[in-house]
């Protein structure tokens, strides 16, 4: 589904990515795990477009969308919640999610309301809410509810438990192993090994834009030295 191979970004003359690689088959559920500043939003940010990579490649289904325009990759499948979660204020819970439709997709079941309201409660209860008078639990739900309105085939989670009261937190895990069942492909950016544990099946720890870990979630918790090393605040 996705390939990332030699991918290297910058902010001005600050190197950031170093030869970033990874690879999630379809329906896989993959964490970017490592400290604050490790590199896993910018990595994300390179995917979807919001930074030009400065080389490397990065292969959607076959396809290198390296570098391509946000809305272009956007179009092609791929959705993106960002850490900040930007709802539109002043819009109704039901507006935020028309504002992300795009049409159903081949061999796919088309997100709806009724369906996103089944993943969210909570969002169901408060439809005719305006975005700017929610919890920020519950901007994160819109913000990923009103993402899956593109019916995404790869699903861009950038630290998706940040802020949100362990209660929320529980609810956000089990969303997630919802889409996961319904075979979506997700990659999440997280810095709690603990969250991203019960959700992913496979982590790759980034340390100063460069992978210096790769392996499945249960290698991963048996690795003392590399949790320590690379986790560890």
Sequence with gaps: MLLVAGLNAHYGRAHILRDMALEIGAGEVMVLLGRNGAGKSTTMKSIIGLLRPTSGRVLYGGRDIAGEEPHRVARS????????????ADLTVMENLEVGRQPAREGQRAWTPARLFELFPNLG????RPGGRMSGG???????????MGNPRLLLLDEPSEGLAPVIVEQMAAAILALKAEGLTILLAEQNPHFAGGIADRATVVEKGAVVWSGSMAALRADDDARRRYLAV
């Design 77 to 88: 499948g791929v959705g993106y919640v960002p850490e900040d979660r930007r709802v539109f």
């Design 138 to 148: 519950e901007q994160q739900m819109l913000t990923i509810a009103r993402t899956l």
């Design 125 to 128: 209860r408060m439809r005719d």
